[in-house]
């Protein structure tokens, strides 16, 4: 510990220890035990407490009868655990009998101050930091800590509640280590004393008709199994194995979802040979008990182990697949799916899970679909995969929505009613359905899924979220049509669909809800990104009113709907898609080109999220030599960077900074790789002369623009800048064609001129600059340093252990006076 923190050390205990003094919040509570806890990790607590014995008086005063404050005692039970972490430290304070007073019946376990779920949670933590070593089980046997943990796992307070089922665990654990390490009997007798004690409490709960005692005791197991491996889990869980199948028996099963954890927790842990436990045959009696409600999870966890008996995996699917089986069944207007469900049991499981409720039938699907939708893209996911099957599911779910399914049986009318504009359903379904566009179907199929997405993209009824996922869906099938091996273009089934669709985004697009046009608005960039190129996706989009209304969408009143038009009309401009945009005050009379209607979008725009997608396209106009930025691109640069570097979004900035990286690189050539194994061509230096090769960064006043955000108040662009600097400084260090003077008054008055802006003045502009001065300014700079700098944090000297000892001890001084909080 540093001297300046000894010195103040004691004055802030005793402030803690005055129960008549105000105390700091919590915040500053906590960095100081994280102080502690730093130091001790690094030192020796003993040491420590030995040095600064204030800090053993400070543990001592808060066990005398005072009104002392629930947040300093529950701090000094913690700091108290931090202390005792140490086994020569533990002894140190056993000695004292320090210990059992705070932790035993004589501490705040037996007092009022109990009642606060502060004081309770921080006699957790100090256990659980204190129980690190052989003493600390002795002494958490002879004290009782192990029963009042067990009675804590049904505290009120929830955070307490967990973190006694958590210590359990960590006493297990360190129970077991050691001499029993190795593979202990199954008998009782041959388990340490803490072992046996928790153990023994497990196995009572799990007899216990009362459900929260059994949830208790399968959350303990649970994180058990999931956090120790070595090889007394797996006698362990032969141990428990019984009581556990035992649950199974009981109408109903309780705590199912706890059992479900525990049962794939313990199938995932590789200290188990699960099939010497008799674990899979557990796991398909459950599959076989639970409501399908509670079985999904379940089932979908089965799926998803590397390792797992064949038979079990189908059943599990089958049970994942039931719901959605049962939809078929229901709205078929013939024979049933094949080989999904059979008949009898369908329609008995049709009444049982879908039709009781629309809570139940909803959620149901919901997370059917969600699991599956999980399910897909993994490589153990069940072969063969069944995806005629649950296309025509999603479809029918989608329609019985949307109103338009015409279900034969009763339980599908009433299916129908009760799914009728249902939004959860339609999202999820439209979700599962674009996940199966990475999968092929039969045309048939395809054919209704287009038929599908096309009626909810033009239905009134469909809400903005709906639609969101709809034009989503839209996009993967479209992406995903079949089409010549090596070609990327749209087949003609999928250009007849989409001249179909273009009416309907063109409807989209001129809806009251600035959502929708938003979400029309992203489809449409998605598209031309993808078949801009292609002729027959040009010629259908040309023929419609899309282009003309997306440049409408620029002066629209809502700021996202603009940003999002300003992306579009940037791709359909690369793409020779726009119709140049006519001028606001004279409709159908002179028009101005796009590269003119953004840049005064970058000027004018009163929100920041336009003015960003302007400096997103504009760069990436510059990376990719757009037709209106090649003409002139030097101009083009200066006038983008002039507007930039007047914004007071720092992102608009940062991306003016992004724009000047793409060309400089154009100008000087890309950066060299950093990486030490890659194989580099030696750097060619440019074509002419350095000073001609910096002359057009001079000309568009990059060098200004970059300076200027050298000393932004906002970090991230500073930062942005740095690495420009350093970035073009590496890449003309190498070169001696160069001479630049290193003290002439050119370079001096730029340098002067940087510290006035460093210090906040940063009216003067530094005018024109020659690559000479800009050189020698750059050579001069530290931006090593200042690299450095920015990369820490904005408090990094406050922080300090110092620092926040002073801080708290001025916070009460302040207090004191004034009687009163000053925030």
Known sequence: MDPECSQLLPALCAVLADPRQPMADDTCLEKLLD?????????????????????????????????????????????????????????????????????????????????????????????????????????????????????????????????????????????????????????????PVCAQKIVGHIEESLRSMVAPQITQALNVLTTTFGHCHDPWTQVLWVRLHPLVAALLEKDPVPAAHSLVDLLLSVARSPGLSSSSCGLWETLAQTLSHLSPTQAGLLALGILKLQDCPQALRAQAFAVLLQPLACVLKATAQGPGPAGLLDSTEADSVTADMLLP???????????????????????????????????????????????????????????????LGCVRVQRAALDFLGTLSQETGPPELMTQVFAVLLEYLRSPDSSPTVLKKAFQATFRWLLSSPRTPGCSDL??????????????????????????RDSGLEFLTQMTRRWGAQAGFRHALLASEVPRLTEQLLRDPESYVRASAVTAMGQLSSQGLCVPPAVPEHPGGQQKSVLGELLHILSTDSEGFPRRAVMQVFTQWLRDSHADVVGDTEQFVAGVLQVAGQDLDWEVRAQGLELALVFLEQTLGPPRSHCPYAVTPPVEAPAGPLTQALQPLCRVR???????????????????????????????????????????????????????????????????????????????MDLEGLRGALAESSDHVEKSPQSLLQDMLATVGILGENEADCY
């Not at 930091?129 to 009782?144: E, K, T």
């Not at 359990?168 to 009997?185: K, Q």
């Not at 139940?360 to 897909?376: D, F, I, K, P, S």
Request: proline share 6%.
């Open 702 to 780: 990059l060098f200004e623009f970059a300076f200027r955000a050298l000393f932004d108040c906002d970090r991230p662009v500073a930062q942005k800048s740095c690495d420009l600097l350093l970035l073009l400084r590496a890449k003309t260090a190498s070169s001696s064609s160069l001479q630049e003077p290193r003290s002439s008054p050119d370079v001096a008055s730029v340098e002067a001129a940087l510290q006035r802006w460093r210090a906040g003045d940063q009216a003067q502009p530094l005018g024109d600059l020659e690559p000479e001065v800009v050189l020698a300014v750059l050579r001069s």
């Open 35 to 191: 102080w502690f806890k730093t130091i001790t990790e690094a030192g020796s607590s003993l040491l420590l407490l030995q040095e600064n014995p204030c800090l053993v008086e400070l543990l001592c005063h808060v066990l005398k009868p005072q009104d002392l404050s629930s947040r300093v005692l529950s701090f000094s039970l913690r700091l108290t655990g931090v202390f005792a972490a140490q086994e020569d430290c533990f002894q140190y304070l056993q000695q004292g009998e320090l210990l059992p007073r705070l932790f035993g019946e004589a501490g705040p376990l037996g007092g009022a101050a109990w009642t606060a779920p502060t004081i309770r949670s921080g006699w957790i933590q100090g256990l659980r930091s204190l129980a690190q070593h052989p003493s600390a089980l002795h002494f958490l046997a002879d004290c009782g800590a192990v029963d009042t943990i067990f009675s804590l796992q049904g505290d009120s307070s929830l955070f307490v509640a967990s973190a006694a089922g958590q210590l359990l665990v960590h006493i297990l654990s360190l129970s077991m280590r050691g001499p029993a390490e190795g593979l202990p009997g199954l008998q009782a007798d041959d388990w």
């Open 491 to 516: 087949d003609s089934h999928a250009l007849l669909f989409l001249r179909e669709l273009l009416p309907v985004l063109q409807k989209r697009l001129c809806s009251p809800c600035w959502e929708v």
């Open 357 to 419: 409720s629309k809570a139940a039938c909803v959620g149901l699907l919901c997370r059917t679909l969600a699991h599956l939708e999980l399910l897909l893209p993994l490589p153990q996911r069940p072969c063969p995969w069944p995806q005629a099957s649950l296309l025509g599911a999603a479809v029918t779910l989608l329609q019985l929505c949307g109103g338009s399914g015409s279900p034969a049986s009763d339980a599908g009318r009433q299916l129908c009613a009760l799914l």
